[in-house]
């Protein structure tokens, strides 16, 4: 049928792109660093950060901390979650990624990282244990999904930013997920 009527297939393609995505990148090594910080900055409500570690943005933009505890102090709830160093699944995702006990280390790294923003009014840190699927990074109605795949480091994988448009899409489906691992996830406490 799509041979003898080609602008049927192109007409099917055309539907399947989501009036959602805004963009997608090969990997997360290609998105800029401004495209997590603007979004964070341009934040009134949430914040929301699902990870195993994603250090990368401490290194990349060392003022991290300070900005999500602005937005804390303007009313924006902001919600880290990172992976426990010592839940198996971690250690199965350094081993499937033959990154060895790295993983551990930078979910330590990561911990250390947030260590100052516990306490702060409006940020709550936690660590979880569950298998991360996609690394999760939301800001009100915009979000960025770190697919993960099998064998491949986070920053190798593709990456879809996502901006919120109705009830049920695909972004809603990242927020749920992101609100299922953070009612397992536990606190971080003050030293």
């Given amino acids: 049928m799509q041979a003898l009527w080609p602008a049927l297939r192109q007409a099917r393609a055309a539907r399947a792109v989501s009036p959602e995505l805004v963009a997608l990148y090969d990997q997360r090594a290609d998105v800029p660093v401004s495209a997590f910080t603007d979004m964070f900055a341009q934040a009134r ?24 505890r602005e937005r804390a102090a303007e009313g924006c709830s902001v919600r880290i979650a990172l992976g426990d160093p010592e839940s198996d699944n971690v250690r199965q995702r350094g081993a499937e990624e033959r990154f060895g006990h790295g993983i551990e280390s930078r979910c330590e790294l990561a911990l250390m990282h947030y ?42 994988a593709p990456v879809w930013h996502l901006r919120r448009n109705g009830d049920g899409g695909i972004f809603d489906t990242y927020a749920q997920s992101f609100d299922a691992v953070w009612k397992t996830a536990k606190p971080v406490q003050e030293d």
């Fill in 115 to 156: 260590r100052s923003l516990i306490g702060v009014p409006g940020i709550e840190i936690r660590t979880h244990e569950t298998t991360l699927y996609n690394s999760v990074y939301r800001a009100d109605d915009q979000l960025l999904a770190n697919a993960h795949v099998w064998g491949v480091n986070a920053y190798g």
């Fill in 45 to 68: 409500e949430n914040i929301d950060v699902l990870v195993y570690a994603a250090i990368f943005l401490h290194e990349a933009y060392p003022r991290l901390n300070e900005l999500l």
